[in-house]
Nanobody
Framework: QVQLVESGGGLVQAGGSLRLSCAAS????????MGWFRQAPGKEREFVAV????????YYADFAKGRFTISRDNAKNTVYLQMNSLKPEDTAVYYC?????????????????WGQGTQVNVSS
């Protein structure tokens, strides 16, 4: 069992930056691969990035490569998503998720625990 709470969303202009945080409680944080997903209005939820239990392994969706950075601090039970060079198409609700299973995954079904989401709006 784990509870996830995202924060850091808001309204920013195109080209700006934002750092999202996800604080975890419940189970031992380091046992989970941690991922970020997002969902735009009228769209299905899509994978953004994942970081391994140790923090040494990462994988990104194509749209996130070179702009977004996922990281974690196991001592603080927190995972981060640094977003730079934001575009209007990045507008979405961003969700933190925890995967207690094997290796890192980009599939929603691999993640057993989800946060409530935090809204990111990027204006032109």
């Amino acid at each position: 069992q784990v509870q996830l709470v995202e924060s850091g969303g808001g309204l920013v202009q195109a080209g700006g930056s934002l750092r999202l945080s996800c604080a975890a409680s419940g189970r031992t944080f380091s046992r989970f691969n941690m991922g970020w997903f997002r969902q735009a209005p009228g769209k299905e939820r899509e994978f953004v990035a994942v970081v391994s239990r140790s923090g040494d392994g990462t994988y990104y969706a194509d749209f996130a490569k070179g702009r977004f950075t996922i990281s974690r601090d196991n001592a603080k039970n927190t995972v981060y998503l640094q977003m730079n060079s934001l575009k209007p198409e990045d507008t979405a609700v961003y969700y933190c998720a925890a995967d207690p299973n094997g290796g890192t995954s980009s599939r929603e079904r691999s993640y057993d625990y989800w946060g409530q989401g935090t809204q990111v709006n990027v204006s032109s």
